[in-house]
């Protein structure tokens, strides 16, 4: 024994000497796929295929299956995997986690501000009816709101209704529903508020104290070992899920990370996954986000018996998996959830072989039955003898697809198996001498499924229509009130452009005004103004400080109200600096009591740049000494005083528009995201990352904010200015500032 020890000892030594160089392998690595075994009869680009195409013969995937087998071997040892950590039972859960969305908090379906209650049964009902359910849930409250104040990734999971007893009471009905939930761990985020501790120290801390069940890692390859360190040391250990999967030069992580996604490429010939060949246990989400045609995807992931990231929601843009992959993916979902220990098998084999072209399958031997998963990629329908199998007396095989036991045909020691598969659809067979209870209503429940074919459900795919919400018009004011500007009415040509980070010019991006037919990117639209007067100033604090002594407004949500305020009221000197920390209800409220409304967009962007179409309020070069000087620390030092700058008025005398703070101005909504549009921009600029929340300095360009509820919804950066509607008489009406 010893002897053999100190020979593996060597091997390690050697392996570790040559690491550098690459393995021998006619099949490396692409990303995180293994190509499959070559065929030179596949056709490429409709072209070449001599004789026409034919399926992978025999040989050539015995010589792939021996190679690709042969690089697990080497390749473990060389990254000196030990499967501990998938043998541990508080992460079993792992194994069957299938189907996980990444949801936005701000999702209308899972919170509901009018009552302040989570809505979790809401939530997961309307994805158990769409597409048969989920098995764990990624709640993402941080990008891209991100970066509009200094608070941190840590601070905006915090700061979300209810704060930690809050969240722990949401995570804990999760689990009553059999529900796993993950919240993201955002890397880049060193611009903000410092932790004053390590960030995977903070974050095992927090998913703790919550009792979240791991974290993904945003534009992460892997989780570093410290991440797993700090978590088990808390005692509650949580899982790690690096958005790329263990790509690149990772793969020694996946002996810690249990499970992550996968950006795949999707050739004809399916690829196998890279990390789920090297540990079997290891569970891949197929993420594939912008996407309107899941069956790339959904094939891919059933082949290879991974799940899926039926991730809808992105940044507040909807889009929806349509119906007929919806209903596929609730049958890939059901058979999936049923043999999850199959599908953990290390005896996988891929392409086991089948007779028709464009027909691949998995084989996952267990020790009483074998699944095979099966996938058809071509554009028509598939019928008759399909696959032929090691024939064992006693054997049954079934269907799963279509519920039904299949008759084989027995040729000595072969078993023939005839089914059929829709066109870019799916299959299932089960070999197993007797059926187990859980499998006889897995047969019934499927073969009622199967009744409607795939091909009757519609592919198309449909954005989310959205409404502004209505701002209730004021009683026309005669003259001037104090403190506020008139602005005539008048033909203005509304162009504006929403400066999202992601989703390029596609449909459904920003918002949809009353006079566009769909949500979209860019704006431009010649109206009618009605004349109106706004505020020269944003409101102050000094003027929110009469607001609350005269009504005793408080917030029901009250956490972050008035944050930088203490013992009700604001710090010395901060009289004339705008008022921060109000959520749009709470400027709401300040409005209706002062008479007055919070302006529309339109109304706030003409005010600022007058009938020209000028690109900054004192014209169309950028002027720094019309601003407040940027903040580019980790910590807010507050605005500056509103009336600090008169260099950046604008043509109707507007003042403090740009650079100081965000104002709030509409909000917008649809059935799953509630967004207000903010302008001007704000003084704070975190650095080190694309990713913070962008800024808007120029008139044509606007900030999307998604909203929640008051509490993740105010910002120290954010205030807001009123304006009350004109009484229309001949002649200009007069501003108290012209006197």
């Avoid at 809808?312 to 909807?318: A, K, L, R, V, Y």
């Avoid at 043999?339 to 027909?359: I, K, N």
């Avoid at 990629?377 to 064992?392: C, H, K, Q, T, W």
């Avoid at 044509?700 to 998604?706: A, C, I, P, R, V």
Wanted: proline share 7%; net charge negative.
């Amino acid at each position: 024994m010893r002897k053999f020890r100190s020979c593996i000892l060597i091997v390690l030594v050697m392996l570790m000497a040559v690491g550098l160089f690459a393995q021998d392998t006619k099949y490396p690595p692409e990303g995180e796929q293994i190509p499959g075994p070559a065929n030179p009869t596949a056709m490429g680009d409709h072209c070449c295929a001599v004789g026409g195409e034919r399926p992978i013969s025999e040989a050539a995937w015995k010589s792939w299956l021996e190679d690709v087998c042969h690089w697990r071997m080497e390749h473990l040892i060389r990254i000196g995997f030990d499967d501990a950590e998938y043998r541990r039972p508080e992460f079993q859960w792992v194994q069957r986690s299938f189907i996980q969305p990444q949801m936005m908090a701000h999702d209308r379906f899972f919170y509901d501000p009018v009552t302040g209650k989570y809505t979790v049964g809401r939530y997961l009902e309307d994805l158990k009816k769409r597409y048969g359910g989920i098995d764990s849930v990624l709640i993402w409250p941080t990008y891209p709101n991100i970066g509009i104040d200094n608070r941190n990734q840590f601070d905006l999971i915090r700061d979300m209704p209810g704060g930690i007893a809050g969240l722990k009471a949401m995570v804990e009905d999760f689990h009553r529903h059999g529900v796993r939930v993950l919240f993201p761990y955002n890397p880049w985020d060193q611009g903000t508020r410092a932790e004053g501790t390590p960030d995977w120290q903070t974050l095992a801390k927090l998913m703790a104290e919550i009792g979240a069940d791991g974290i993904n890692g945003d534009t992460m390859g892997a989780a570093p070992l410290a991440f797993r360190i700090a978590s088990d040391k808390t005692g509650h250990p949580i899982v790690f899920e690096p958005e790329g999967g263990n790509s690149g030069d990772n793969d020694v992580a996946i002996a810690w990370n249990n499970l992550g996604w996968g950006y795949w490429k999707y050739p004809f010939q399916p690829m196998i996954s890279k990390n789920k060949w090297l540990e079997s246990r290891y569970m891949v989400n197929v993420c594939d986000r912008w996407a309107r045609n899941k069956v790339d995807n959904l094939q891919y992931a059933f082949f290879n018996g991974v799940g899926y990231e039926s991730w809808e929601n992105i940044w507040g843009i909807w889009n929806q998996i349509d119906d007929r992959d919806a209903q596929a993916l609730r049958r890939i979902a059901t058979i999936e959830r049923a043999f999850w220990q199959l599908l953990a098998s290390p005896g996988w084999t891929p392409f086991a072989p089948m007779m028709h072209y464009g027909s691949f399958a998995s084989q996952w031997p267990g020790n009483a039955e074998t699944l095979w998963t099966i996938v058809n990629r071509n554009e028509f329908d598939l019928s008759g003898r399909e696959m032929a199998v090691a024939y064992e007396p006693g054997m049954h095989y079934y269907d799963l697809w279509h519920g039904v036991e299949l008759q084989p045909e027995i040729k000595g020691s072969m078993a023939t198996l005839s089914f059929s598969m829709e066109a870019h659809s799916y299959g299932a067979v089960l070999a197993t001498k007797a059926l187990t209870a859980s499998e006889q209503q897995l047969l019934s429940a499927m073969h009622q499924m199967a009744e409607r074919p795939l091909s009757s459900y519609s592919n198309e795919w449909h954005f989310l229509p959205q409404n502004i919400v209505p701002i209730p018009p004021t009683t026309p004011a005669p003259s001037a009130p104090p403190g506020m500007v008139y602005i005539p009415g008048g033909k203005f040509d509304f162009r504006v452009s929403g400066i999202m980070v992601e989703g390029g010019n596609d449909i459904g991006v920003d918002v949809q005004y009353p006079w566009e037919d769909s949500p979209r990117r860019q704006h431009n639209h010649e109206m009618e103004v009605k004349p109106f007067y706004i505020d020269k100033y944003p409101v102050t604090n000094a003027e929110f400080k009469k607001f609350l002594d005269a009504t005793h407004y408080h917030p029901a949500d009250d956490l972050n109200f008035l944050k930088d305020w203490k013992n009700g009221t604001y710090p010395e000197g901060w009289g004339d600096k705008p008022v921060t920390w109000v959520s749009l209800e709470d400027a709401r409220a300040y409005a209706k009591w002062a008479g007055k409304r919070l302006p529309h967009e339109w109304e706030w962007q003409y005010a600022a740049q007058g009938s020209d179409g000028r690109l900054y309020p004192w014209g169309n070069e950028w002027n720094a000494a019309a601003v407040p000087a940027p903040d580019k620390g980790r910590t807010l030092r507050g605005p500056d005083n509103a009336s600090a700058h008169p260099a950046g008025a604008s043509p109707f005398g507007v003042m403090d528009l740009v650079g100081n703070v965000w104002q709030w101005t509409d909000e917008f909504e649809d059935p799953h995201t509630r967004a207000a549009i903010l302008r001007g921009g704000s003084y704070y600029q975190p650095q080190g990352s694309r990713w913070y929340f962008p800024q808007a300095y120029r008139l044509d360009e606007h900030g999307k904010y998604l909203l929640m509820a008051p509490s993740l919804d105010r910002a120290g950066t954010l205030g807001f200015r009123c304006v009350k509607d004109a009484k229309q008489t001949a002649g200009r009406l007069v501003s108290a500032d012209d006197k």
